[in-house]
């Protein structure tokens, strides 16, 4: 389960999702067979919706079927009218539940009264969960202790009942002391109920509340000054309360406080029971005496106590006791409904308060002065900082001449639409500066980023021609080593021969330039990096192995974000090479190297078989990351599905995406048709998680306090717009300038969501286009600022 994971479990979750054998070395903690969150449990968990647990004993052993069947229904309706989702929490079949569906609510309370439904509090939840594993289909309701307990697993902060147990009279000597209140002292749970029922010691019970750390308050509830700690059926008991709480917006501060203290203790709120209900305090103390006295006389205690005082006080009070009970547990149940949306509403403006100086993401420093509704970029990654910035974006990448065959058969001869083989064909060629490098710089640099490029040519002809043309567009050259043609270097040339669709048909490319040792250097990469100071550092796998590692690692020390783009499917394994050192040191977040990638599936899959081949998935630092996931191996493949489409997952293109955010917690996967891939690694801050509208994207969830990692959003993003064939001139560069406004678009301080549909527009632009950036991409800046 997402919210329920541990290590080994989530090992397989991850093994299954991905459509992988899980191990046989890996074993599973069978957390999953004895607790099952509810779907609509857990995603208004994640996007901040307020939560009410609801416990069941009281319909199991408080009330007869089918009343307790229409109670049932009526409690959850009251949260749900005063703006919450209920979580009704009891034990079914063997199984605790968080969040039970209609049909399962009625099989359980309609088990009411029979011996294998028992009550549940924490010392049973072990015994009915193994008896269950063990064959025997037991239910539950569950008491305030049970559902505290189960509720804290689910990450549920606030649970409204009916009456609290407590100190029984004579408990001094007998020390029956409900679990009630070890339970609070213990699991960081919000109780709201109408204080301790009335028969028990209430100046005892609040004075072991306060041996136990718990905080308790009474709701003022229109009264002025101190007020007594409620005493169930009456709304005065003589004790006064230790605090006094106004309303629920106070109620609320109060368990936002305690929770990020953290104090590991639970809160009791007492909630007086209505006036219009209440009973008075001397017929109630008459009648409990009385009830109190016949339990004793007959030796009625333990467990069976507490059910036969009420049965008693309701005879003796001739069903008045009824009316209040029923009365006060509407009242707490809307009035922990309403503390819920008190706590959603402060948890979304200060609890998930973006914390954008902490963690290299895709929002910069002109992020911070955006409006706060922004959210953090999908990535986890190491502290920053981007003082003195120089420029946006330093690319350091393939700077080419390109040559561009497009195949055009001779009017009125039938002809296939693709070149033939070992001879000459009809086309036309086109020449033009290029490089993958190059077209990222001059996209971004369209886009209105500040850029500079980091590249290398020769001192031939078509080296001067490239460093004239840079010049031109408006870019420096200082970045732009020259080789002598001398020492053998030649400047970098890429041939693209492409069939009458403009479809890519075969390509050859010369970048052994891009290899040279001279280029291998780290002090000469450091000096590139301190003289821009980028906030992101663009590489294309054009590099050799060696070079790419020294590039990253005098970006990583100047603190820049790394996006890498892999360039074609045997390039795109480099990024794993035994040779990149860096990649396989580094390893996961927060000290992954690479922050953002743009792969297309083939390249995509290239990259996965080479962490693959590398062992990179076998590490403990992989495992430890992906168990901070919170991956779901239950309904994997539907989930992916409903994300990503049946074709894609089939492909196993979403699955090769999860395995790899530990190294890379940003994929932008370009999927033509299919629009692109979107899939990040969430920071535990990131709004997203708290925000309905992206509850679809969020795959899972990771709700431990101890990780930085909040879940894996995934977001399938169509296409711009559907271009026809007769408007595509040149399919070349259309990545490159999809990847170039993107980081344009980051450095800026937007988020990948926002800037992905403006870059497709541009690639757009240069589909139509003859340029390998078309000119037009300046027409988004506008976008961007």
């Known amino acids: 389960m997402a919210l329920l994971h541990r290590s080994w479990q989530a090992r397989g979750a991850v093994r299954r999702c991905c459509g992988l054998p899980v191990s046989h070395h890996r074993s599973f903690s069978g957390r999953e067979k004895l607790l099952r969150v509810s779907e609509e449990v857990q995603d208004a968990l994640a996007t901040g919706k307020p939560v009410v647990a609801l416990e069941t004993t009281i319909y199991t052993h408080g009330f007869p079927y089918p009343e307790n069947v229409a109670l049932s229904s009526h409690l959850e309706s009251l949260v749900r009218v005063n703006g919450g989702v209920p979580a009704t929490i009891g034990i079914l079949n063997g199984v605790a539940r968080v969040g039970m569906q209609a049909e399962e609510l009625i099989e359980l309370v309609s088990s009411a009264g029979s011996e294998n439904t028992w009550k549940i509090s924490r010392r049973d939840l072990g015994f009915i969960g193994g008896l269950g594993l063990r064959g025997q289909k037991l239910n539950g309701g569950t008491t305030i202790a049970g559902t505290m307990v189960l509720a804290h697993l689910a990450g549920i902060k606030i649970f409204a009942t009916g009456g609290l147990g407590g100190v029984h009279r004579g408990g001094e000597n007998s020390m029956d002391i409900s679990a009630d209140l070890t339970e609070l002292g213990r699991t960081p749970v919000a109780v709201i109920s109408s204080g301790s029922k009335s028969f028990l010691d209430i100046p005892r019970t609040l004075e072991y509340l ?10 003022a509830d229109g009264r002025t000054g101190k007020v007594d700690f409620p005493a169930f ?20 501060a109060i368990i936002y406080a305690q929770f990020q203290l953290p104090v590991h203790s639970g809160l009791l709120f007492a909630n007086p029971v209505p006036e219009h209900s209440a009973m008075e305090k001397e017929q109630i103390d008459s009648i409990i005496s009385q009830a109190v006295t016949e339990a004793e006389e007959k030796g009625i205690g333990g467990n069976a106590n507490t059910p036969y005082i009420l049965k008693r006080i309701r005879e003796l009070s001739q069903g008045a006791s009824v009316k209040a009970n029923e009365a006060l547990i509407d009242a707490n149940v809307v009035r922990g409904t309403k503390i819920a949306v008190e706590l959603a509403k402060l948890e979304r403006r200060d609890g998930a308060a973006p914390q954008r100086d902490n963690a290299i993401s895709t929002h910069s420093a002109a992020a911070s ?11 986890i990654d190491s502290k920053t900082s981007h003082q003195n910035e120089s420029i946006d974006v330093l690319v350091a990448g393939s700077l080419a001449s390109d040559t561009i065959c497009d195949h055009q058969p001779f009017q009125g001869i039938h002809s296939s639409t693709s070149p033939t083989l070992h001879t000459s064909n009809p086309s036309h060629i086109s020449q033009s500066a290029g490089g993958v490098g190059r077209n990222v710089a001059m996209s971004a640099h369209f886009a209105g980023a500040k850029v500079a490029l980091a590249s290398v040519v020769a001192d031939d002809l078509a080296g001067s021609s490239l460093l004239a043309h840079i010049k031109e567009s408006g ?3 200082t970045n732009i080593r020259t080789l002598s043609t001398a020492d053998g270097a030649r400047t970098a040339q890429y041939v693209a021969v492409n069939d009458t669709s403009k479809d890519l048909v075969l390509a050859m490319a010369d970048m052994d330039i891009l290899a040279r040792p001279e280029m291998e250097s780290l002090d000469y990469w450091t000096t590139i990096l301190n003289r821009n100071k980028p906030k992101w550092v663009v590489t294309d796998a054009n590099w050799s192995p060696e070079i790419l590692s020294s590039i990253f690692q005098a970006a990583k020390a100047q603190k820049a974000m790394i996006a890498f783009e892999p360039v074609s499917t045997a390039k795109a394994a480099r990024l794993f090479s035994k040779a990149n050192n860096i990649m396989v040191q580094a390893g996961v977040v927060p000290n992954h190297v690479i922050s953002l990638a743009s792969p297309n599936s083939m390249e995509l899959k290239a990259i996965y078989d080479a962490a693959t081949d590398a062992m990179m998935f076998e590490s403990e630092q992989w495992w430890k990351v992906i168990d901070g996931f919170g991956l779901s191996g239950t309904a994997s493949r539907d989930r992916l599905v409903s994300v990503a489409g049946a074709e894609l997952v089939n492909d196993g293109i979403p699955q090769q995406c999860i395995q790899l955010l530990p190294f890379i917690p940003n994929l932008v996967t370009k999927l033509g048709r299919h629009g692109c891939l979107l899939v990040s690694l969430l920071r535990r801050t990131d709004e997203r998680l708290t925000r309905p509208e992206y509850a679809p994207y969020i795959l899972s969830r990771n709700m431990s306090e101890d990780s930085e990692i909040g879940g894996v959003f995934m977001r399938l993003i169509p296409p711009a717009e559907k271009v026809r064939q007769e408007e595509i001139v040149s399919v070349n560069g259309i990545g490159d300038t999809m990847l170039g406004v993107i980081v344009a678009g980051l450095g800026k301080g937007y988020t990948l969501e926002e800037v992905i549909p403006v870059a497709q527009e541009a690639a757009v632009l240069t589909l139509k286009s003859a340029e390998a950036v078309s000119p037009e991409v300046t027409s988004i800046q506008a976008r961007l600022k």
Do not use: M, W, Y
Request: one cysteine or more.
């Open 210 to 219: 306060e041996t136990q750390g718990v905080g308790v308050g009474t709701f």
């Open 233 to 252: 059926f009456c709304r005065d008991s003589g004790v006064r309360s230790p605090q006094t709480i106004l309303d629920e917006a106070d109620a609320a």
């Open 369 to 379: 002065r955006k409006s706060t509704a922004k959210h953090d970029s999908a990535n």
């Open 475 to 477: 870019l420096t050259t």
